[in-house]
Antibody
Framework: EVQLLESGGGLVQPGGSLRLSCAAS????????MNWVRQAPGEGLEWVSG????????SYADSVKGRFTISRDNSKNTVSLQMNSLRAEDTAVYFC?????????????WGQGVLVTVSS | DIQMTQSPSTLSASVGDRVTITCRAS??????LAWYQQKPGKAPKLLIY???SLESGVPSRFSGSGSGTEFTLTISSLQPDDFATYYC????????FGPGTKVDIK
């Protein structure tokens, strides 16, 4: 059974940093691209960032480019999102999402999400 | 960037109704489109991928069609468990979600 368990959310002041982690199990982790998708309170879904199976290929939404960094550790089956220079508009539930296979495919499994609140 | 739109934004329907949601892309995405269902407080769930392929375990009352820039999600006979918000997503060029369609009880 595929499981994706996010951690690291919480309350942070504007301009601060936070690191989200996602522990994956139930599939061959290194074969699959991984992503972060967020959802602001009462709003729709926004893709944030993705990383290929080898960790070398990364991509970001324009809204977070230069502030967020995605990485993965295939030896530990984890993917992380380092979030710097946080803004109020980054407040959202962040979902860890598995991609079916490599980059360029649909998202087949989602974690339950972790809440990030940026506020003073 | 590819923009996605959905219509309607809200749909009121009754159990047993046939429901159709439309998703449009700002440029051709071939068939690289997925549909997700989300219930309040829960993670989205994959329903359809590659425009018309039904994800394993998803009831056959859900179907998808379209290619290029126009796509539809159809629920052939709405069930109580289907009241939720539905999102389309293009994955032809990075990833973009539509704004969502809320299906509520009439």
């Amino acid at each position: 059974e595929v499981q994706l368990l996010e951690s690291g959310g919480g309350l942070v002041q504007p301009g601060g940093s936070l690191r989200l982690s996602c522990a994956a199990s139930g599939f061959t982790f290194s074969n699959c691209a991984m992503n972060w998708v967020r959802q602001a309170p009462g709003e729709g879904l926004e893709w944030v960032s993705g990383v290929g199976g080898n960790g070398a290929d990364t991509s970001y939404a324009d809204s977070v480019k230069g502030r967020f960094t995605i990485s993965r550790d295939n030896s530990k089956n984890t993917v992380s999102l380092q979030m710097n220079s946080l803004r109020a508009e980054d407040t959202a539930v962040y979902f860890c999402v598995k991609q079916w296979g490599a980059n360029g495919f649909h998202f087949d499994y989602w974690g339950q999400g972790v809440l990030v609140t940026v506020s003073s | 960037d590819i923009q996605m739109t959905q219509s309607p934004s809200t749909l009121s329907a009754s159990v047993g109704d046939r429901v159709t949601i439309t998703c449009r892309a700002s440029q051709s995405i071939n068939s690289w489109l997925a549909w997700y269902q989300q219930k309040p407080g829960k993670a989205p769930k994959l329903l359809i991928y590659k425009a018309s392929s039904l994800e394993s375990g998803v009831p056959s009352r859900f179907s998808g069609s379209g290619s290029g820039t126009e796509f539809t999600l159809t629920i052939s006979s709405l069930q109580p468990d289907d009241f939720a918000t539905y999102y389309c997503q293009q994955y032809n060029n990075y990833n973009t979600f539509g704004p969502g369609t809320k299906v509520d009880i009439k």
